[in-house]
């Protein structure tokens, strides 16, 4: 099996990171291949735009997603992006491993999904997306580091329900080009923890792994 891991994580004693090296540790000793994109560590642009292109279509007008299907067309996509889709394609299973910022992805994250799930190459010019997405055949799950306690993400929880809060991430983005997406794995609060209850947290990521091929998606 081939492993992505897209890591988003600004500080590599993070234990953010820790999640990362215990995935790539693991696959690695089953004989996978794991490869990883360590956004921060390459310092990735997040910002798509007419960087992504050798050349336009359109220099009178610029519309992304159009330049997106030309370059992909073309083979127009600048080294940086081609890189990316290169690796992303022979990944069976992708992991975004990031904090849960906002809400959200940190940016550097969000830029990779801009600027990698590019129209033409992810989706659209002829590609369906959620069941009939080009990607159907991966598997996609996000490892994920939280701030608040997991009692704040509960139904009754101050920050909301957890799957509410992943939505746009696990159904907009890897459940819409069309992969497999599996549960999320979540660290809560990991910053207000004891070395103890992160080892039960480390040896939590260790059994969800060895069962990945058990998990079921999650639409």
Known sequence: MNVFIIHAHPEEKSFSTTLKNIAVEYFNEQGN????????????NPVGGSNDFEELSNKEFFKYQLEQV????????????????????KADLVILNFPLWWFSVPAILKGWVD?????????????????SGAFKNKKAFCC???????????????????????????HGMLYFVGMQ???????FSPARKTDEERNEVIEKYKLYLKNIGNHQPIF
């Open 70 to 89: 030309n370059a992909f067309n073309n083979n127009l996509f600048t080294h940086e992006v081609k890189q990316e889709m290169e690796k992303f394609l």
């Open 144 to 170: 994920l580091t939280t701030g608040g306690p997991e009692a704040a993400y509960g139904s009754n929880g101050k920050n909301g329900n957890l799957e509410t809060i992943l939505y746009h991430i696990n």
């Open 33 to 44: 291949e794991v490869v990883v994109s360590d956004l921060y560590a390459m310092k990735f």
């Open 115 to 131: 600027r990698i799930f590019a129209m033409g190459f992810a989706y659209g010019a002829g590609k369906g997306v959620y069941d």
């Open 181 to 187: 997406t599996l549960p999320p794995f979540v660290g």
